[in-house]
């Protein structure tokens, strides 16, 4: 009876998460896919529920920042600051590029929400590549 | 569209903790008290940095 009390003693407290760790070619492809939709990566994973969380995040961002009038910024080496605009920008992958064909995102510089919209779709874009980061350590067996 | 600032603080601030949240906690508890923790800590900043600058002419 002392021995099974002491065995349950020395138990873990709850059982270790089995990491499993994809290839580096089917890690970046995730990644790829996560980049251009977001949330796509840990739905592939079979994180259904968090993916589906990142991407309603990153969308209503997105779409709210488009809604506030904010700035999509293009690739201009004339204003070499506004590059780093654009990294952030083009985070979200392919509404970017869907945003952009629709003239979206032009940006009103004089309407009241014009700031508030443009931080929308840059922290929008830098949150997808924090969320493509998490599929990364996931895929490679780094967190459960 | 238009929001108020406030309103579109505490939108920002509800994406980014809920983000955060997931990203560095594993377990839903821990997850929760901690995205409440950075909503809670957006809005306290947001409202500390406000004060200190309405005196300031600006």
């Known amino acids: 009876m002392e021995e099974v009390n002491n065995a349950e003693q020395s138990a873990p407290q709850s059982a270790p998460v089995e990491l499993k760790r994809m290839n580096m070619t089917a890690t ?3 990644c790829s896919s996560g980049w251009l939709v977001p949330g796509l990566a840990h739905v592939l994973i079979g994180r259904w529920i968090r993916g589906a ?22 690739l201009e080496f004339d204003e070499p600051l506004h590059v780093f605009a654009f990294i952030a920008d083009i985070g979200t992958g392919l509404f970017y590029w869907i ?15 014009y700031d508030y919209g ?9 949150l997808n590549y924090l969320i493509v980061l ?4 996931i895929a490679q067996g780094r967190k459960p | 569209m ?23 906690k594993n377990e839903p508890r821990e997850q929760f008290r901690y995205g409440v923790f950075v909503f809670l800590s957006f809005l306290a900043v947001a409202f500390a940095v406000g004060w200190i600058m309405y005196p300031l002419p600006l």
């Not at chain 1, 969380?53 to 293009?74: H, N, P």
């Not at chain 1, 945003?99 to 929400?113: C, D, H, I, V």
């Not at chain 2, 406030?6 to 983000?19: K, M, N, P, Q, R």
């Open chain 1, 28 to 30: 970046l492809a995730i």
């Open chain 1, 53 to 74: 969380i990142f991407a309603s995040c990153v969308l209503l961002m997105f779409v709210l920042g488009l809604g506030m009038r904010g700035k999509l910024y293009d």
């Open chain 1, 99 to 113: 945003a952009e064909r629709l003239n979206l995102g032009l940006g009103t510089m004089t309407w009241p929400s």
């Open chain 1, 118 to 126: 443009t931080t929308y779709l840059w922290v929008s874009g830098l």
């Open chain 1, 134 to 137: 998490d599929a990364f350590d």
């Open chain 2, 2 to 24: 238009i929001l108020s600032h406030f309103t579109a603080l505490l939108l920002f601030a509800l994406f980014v903790s809920t983000v955060f949240a997931l990203i560095t």
